[in-house]
Nanobody
Framework: QLQLVESGGGLVQPGGSLRLSCAAS????????IGWFRQAPGKEREGVSC????????DYADSVKGRFTISRNNAKNTVYLQMNSLKPEDTAVYYC??????????????????????WGQGTQVTVSS
């Protein structure tokens, strides 16, 4: 059973920080690229960040660059998204996903939702005063 479970979301004031976790079970994620996506009410799901299978290459949306950091801990079979200097426009449900079928170990990751095969159920992040 392949499963991704997000956690770490919650309510935070503008300027605050959260760290999201994406825990994998049923497979070992160290061979696959992982992406973080988010979807706000009434908007399409967008790619926030991704990390290559090797963990060396990362990519970020312009809107979060310099504020968010993606990382992976293969020993814990978990990927993280550290979010700092949060803004109200960051409010969304955040999803992690795995590029299970199409990634090479040293290839760059992509932030296109069509590249990803399996998705978690999401965790809510609300930035409000």
């Amino acid at each position: 059973q392949l499963q991704l479970v997000e956690s770490g979301g919650g309510l935070v004031q503008p300027g605050g920080s959260l760290r999201l976790s994406c825990a994998a079970s049923g497979f070992t994620l160290d061979s696959y690229a992982i992406g973080w996506f988010r979807q706000a009410p009434g908007k399409e799901r967008e790619g926030v960040s991704c990390i290559s299978a090797s963990g060396v290459i990362t990519d970020y949306a312009d809107s979060v660059k310099g504020r968010f950091t993606i990382s992976r801990n293969n020993a814990k079979n978990t990927v993280y998204l550290q979010m700092n200097s949060l803004k109200p426009e960051d409010t969304a449900v955040y999803y992690c996903a795995v590029d299970y079928s199409g990634s090479y170990y040293y290839a760059p990751c992509v932030r296109h939702r069509g590249e990803y095969d399996y998705w978690g159920q999401g965790t809510q992040v609300t930035v409000s005063s």
